[in-house]
């Protein structure tokens, strides 16, 4: 299928095709990993086909940022080392005594960079509740630059209106920046809603299987592509050849595999909430989650992330985590293989304990990465598990 065709072709063709025509000269259908770091010119300053150093371009890496700005429905993809390099490169465009104003259920690396890097160059960050747009509005000053923000959040599942705060990021003079990694572009699309950027941990769900560390942004204004792209081969935090490669083979089977996560996802939600030991769930795709509505109206499903908290508090989260036989103790999400962990202690540690408990991040909590195995195996691990983590806290009691 030419390019010029995918333009008017479905969301799981372009998965597959876009930005990955076969190769002009050996006809390889998948993309080649270009394990090069410069390129011949034919003259001084005259390259071919305008590659010259593989910081700057990589064919690899020109294929995959055309995939995804495909996906999100953008004009430019710029991919990066890590989903925290591609964070890096939007501050990197700030100067002292700007303004940030972001979700208060973040990531944990994220909240790190902004506090404990940019912070310390006179980069102001807010940090206010999006679930209710008008504490953007409340929060926006002159000096504001960015609105940063993840929906569904990491890891309450907190959903922020993406189409009302565009409206009141823009009428601020600011750009709304939107962190998709959890929803990905085959349940949710920033940009159609008003969003300027959409940031994505290739890491996660576009890759899919744990095997690579990449990170991208993704937008549609031309002259935000061009100081983003200076900051990507200034600072130089680009992936290489082979991890674009594999977030290409990732994005192929996206569309299939978020249906299947958001299935299994689902199923275990009901299961937990049905639970009489299990005190809270946190899940979109429940009726009984508070933006349940918000979620039917700007997800296509729940997604692959549950959360939820145990009546036998920090013990029980924690032995319940340690207990399982198919969910895997272990940071990070979105592959094939489900995993657990418990935030606190893990990926959101370097939130200080006050300001996790002030957004609803209690110590007890326990985030599931629900995988595509078969969902009856996974919901019988959960009930092995949770007899193990309830009986333990109740000896504790």
Not at 136 to 142: S, V
Not at 273 to 279: M, P, Q
Not at 291 to 298: V, Y
Not at 332 to 344: F, H, M, N, Q, W
């Amino acid at each position: 299928m030419s390019q010029d065709h995918l333009n008017d072709a479905r969301f799981e063709t372009r998965t597959i095709h876009a930005g990955q025509g076969p190769d002009p000269q050996t006809g390889a259908v998948m993309t080649p990993v270009y394990l090069t770091s410069t390129y011949a010119q034919t003259s001084p300053g005259q390259t071919i086909g305008g590659y010259e150093y593989s910081r700057t371009h990589n064919p690899t890496r020109t294929a995959l940022q055309d995939n995804l700005a495909s996906l999100e429905g953008g004009a430019w993809g710029l991919c990066f080392s890590s989903g925290l390099a591609a964070t890096n490169a939007l501050m990197d465009r700030l100067v002292p005594g700007d303004h940030v104003i972001a979700g208060n259920d973040l990531y944990g690396g994220t909240y790190r960079i902004f506090t404990k890097v940019f912070e310390r160059y006179g980069i102001e960050f807010s940090f206010v509740d999006t679930r209710d747009v008008e504490s953007i509005r409340g929060a926006l000053t002159p000096k504001t630059k960015y609105v940063y923000i993840e929906t569904p959040s990491n890891p309450l599942l907190n959903l922020t209106d993406i189409a009302a705060a565009a409206e009141i990021t823009h009428a601020g003079g600011a750009q709304l920046v939107v962190d998709n990694t959890f929803a990905t572009p085959a349940l949710q699309r920033p940009l159609e809603l008003g969003a300027d950027i959409v940031l994505h941990s290739l890491t996660k769900y576009l890759g899919g299987h744990s095997d690579v560390v990449a990170g991208a942004l993704i937008g549609n204004d031309q002259t935000t592509q061009e100081e983003l792209a200076f900051y990507q081969n200034s600072v130089g935090g680009t992936p290489g050849a082979m991890d674009a490669f594999l977030v290409l083979r990732g994005t192929k089977t996206l569309a299939i595999r978020m249906q299947r996560h958001g299935e299994n996802a689902l199923a275990v939600a009901k299961h937990l909430e049905a639970h009489d030991g299990v005190e809270k769930v946190f899940y979109p795709g429940l009726p009984s989650f508070p933006q349940h509505e918000l979620a039917k109206r700007q997800m296509a499903s729940g997604g692959g992330m549950v959360s939820f908290e145990l009546k036998g508090g920090v013990l029980a989260g924690e032995t319940f985590a340690s207990s399982t036989k198919i969910f895997t103790l272990a940071e990070s999400l979105g592959g094939v293989e489900s995993l657990v962990e418990t935030p606190p202690s893990m990926t959101h540690a370097s939130i200080p304990p006050e300001v996790r408990h002030a957004a609803g991040l209690m110590d007890g909590l326990v985030r599931l990465s629900v995988g595509i195995e078969h969902v009856d195996d996974l919901i019988a691990d959960i009930d092995q598990a949770l007899v193990t983590a309830l009986a333990t806290a109740n000896q504790h009691g």
